[in-house]
């Protein structure tokens, strides 16, 4: 397993977006989402640490 594959992407198969584009089942950004692969591990801790409180519109 390699640095990038020890932080998995927090999604839960739920593929559905709000008007903001943010993702119901993951809570994450569609930007977020299609930038997950190139992202370092600090960035994927950062974001899986702001998954935890944020708060989306369905």
Not at 39 to 57: F, G
């Amino acid at each position: 397993m390699n640095d990038y594959q020890a932080i998995k992407s927090p999604c839960v198969g739920i593929c559905k977006y709000n008007k903001s584009n943010y993702c119901v089942g993951c809570k994450r950004h569609s930007n977020e989402i299609t930038g997950w692969i190139n992202y370092s591990i600090e960035v994927r801790k950062a974001i899986m640490q702001d998954l935890k409180d944020r708060k989306i519109d369905e």
